[in-house]
């Protein structure tokens, strides 16, 4: 599989992965809330239902709300209003429950919850008849309750226990003035934390899930690419061994008729011949290159490469181009040495230093500099050439992208070289960047692992 391919099954796979992940913590989420709140609407309604009693409990007259949330229960006043007639009239159960049945309800739902009887201060009251679960007592919840009539709240004990306290104000007259009554939490955020846990060890174990079947649906999606890539580079790899055999021919005849030819327009008939014919051998050997580069099977030699020694005879192949151009080439070279394969450096910076001279005009520089930095060798060429526009240089890597398509008297290129070039330099473990300004200029940097 190609790099293309390989990346784009990567992204598929993350892209699976991520909605996977998202979904997991959506239902996780909404779980883990539901159960929060089905426990906070269970505690507020024992704490209505174990006030209402505890009014019932000193004969105080029901407001209207307790009264509401003690009959929503199951538990009903046996008059028409808010006030019981005697004790034995104060609530029955609305259901065929036996006494036992009523007692047993309220102990297994309510034993847990502490009830502490206050004075208006907020100080416990001990001398009235009855038997109370003390527990922690909130001097604001009493003020905030006496501002709005009751109160709600959860707070936490000085040793870190979550209690959820619900304090009601008794009307005047009574020995009670504030009821404040509360369950505490430590069960059931024991059970939301052994919840929690269990969610997390799932969602890993979904996570490893979905990642496998991610990559195999990727995998799946981008088979019909990868056949067409496959065919697509068979046929180029068959076509150009096909054309590689008569081009060679046409090659060898024109030279050989151009020898013995008189007639100049005969000679420069043929000359065109064999400029198309160098034209046609060179992309086809640049089709191979990146079909080979394509299906990763172009053998490279890691090498260390001393720069300083390196240069010299790429810089005198180079020279001779840009003297016929009229340009100057500078150059520093700094002694370092890179992991490369010595043969593709040199196609990849024949490529780029060729580009360069081409599109300086006469009388221009452009400058060579290998030196190192961040522990990477750098290889930056630059020209002061009509640069690239803005919008294109997204696309300078593309195969047969051309930022000028208009061929030179002198020179036809294909639109390949730049994408060999990269290719090339992906599979040294290198890096290449361009930056350039339209009308000032082009710089080329090569990064290389320093060896």
Do not use: C
Request: glycine share 8%; no cysteine.
């Amino acid at each position: 599989m190609n790099n293309m391919l390989r990346q784009l099954r990567v992204r598929l796979t993350l892209l699976y992965l991520f909605a996977s992940i998202f979904l997991s913590l959506a239902v996780g989420g909404g779980t883990y809330t539901l159960v929060n709140y089905y426990f906070r609407t269970i505690n507020d309604q024992a704490l209505w239902v174990k006030m209402g009693l505890q009014f019932a409990d000193l004969h105080i007259p029901l407001p209207v709300d307790l009264y509401e949330a003690v009959k929503k229960e199951g538990l009903v006043i046996t008059n028409s209003t808010a006030e019981p007639a005697n004790d034995d009239e104060y609530y029955e159960s609305s259901d065929d429950h036996s006494e036992e049945d009523e007692e047993g309800l309220k102990e297994n739902e309510l034993a847990d919850i502490f009830v502490n009887p206050l004075s208006q201060t907020g100080n416990l009251i001990t001398d009235i008849s009855g038997q109370y679960s003390t527990g922690v007592v909130d001097s604001a919840a009493v003020l905030a309750a006496q501002k709005n009539g009751y109160d709600f709240r959860t707070i936490k004990t000085s040793s870190g226990v979550p209690v959820r306290l619900f304090t009601y104000i008794v009307p005047a007259g009574e020995k009670v003035q504030v009821f404040q009554i509360g369950r505490y939490l430590s069960e059931q955020q024991k059970v939301l934390r052994n919840l929690l846990n269990t969610m997390i060890l799932l969602g890993g174990v979904v996570t490893l899930f979905f990642g496998l079947a991610s990559w195999l649906l990727a995998g799946r999606t981008i088979k019909p690419s990868q056949l067409a890539w496959d065919k697509q580079h068979t046929f180029i790899a068959n076509a150009s061994h096909e054309l590689r055999a008569p081009l060679t021919l046409i090659h060898a005849g024109v030279e050989l008729s151009l020898r013995k030819a008189e007639n100049p327009e005969q000679r420069e008939l043929l000359s065109d011949v064999l400029s198309d014919t160098n034209y046609m051998n060179k992309l086809i050997e640049d089709l191979l290159l990146l079909s080979r580069l394509d299906s990763g099977v172009l053998k490279l030699d890691l090498l260390p490469v001393n720069m300083a020694d390196f240069m010299p005879e790429l810089l005198r192949q180079v020279e001779r181009l840009s003297q016929t151009r009229s340009v100057l080439l500078n150059h520093e070279i700094n002694p370092i040495k890179i992991n490369a394969d010595p043969v593709r450096l040199k196609q990849v910076l024949l490529i780029i230093l060729d580009n360069a001279v081409r599109n300086t005009p006469s009388g221009g520089t452009v400058g060579i500099k290998v030196a190192s930095s961040a522990n990477k060798g750098l290889v930056e060429i630059d020209d002061n050439g009509p640069g690239i526009p803005a919008e294109m240089l997204e696309k300078v890597f593309d195969r047969f992208f051309k930022v000028d398509d208009q061929p030179s008297m002198d020179y036809r290129g294909s639109g390949l070289g730049l994408s060999i070039a990269k290719s090339l330099v992906d599979a040294q473990n290198g890096g290449i960047m361009i930056v350039s300004d339209a009308g000032k200029g082009t710089k080329v940097t090569l990064t290389f692992d320093l060896a």
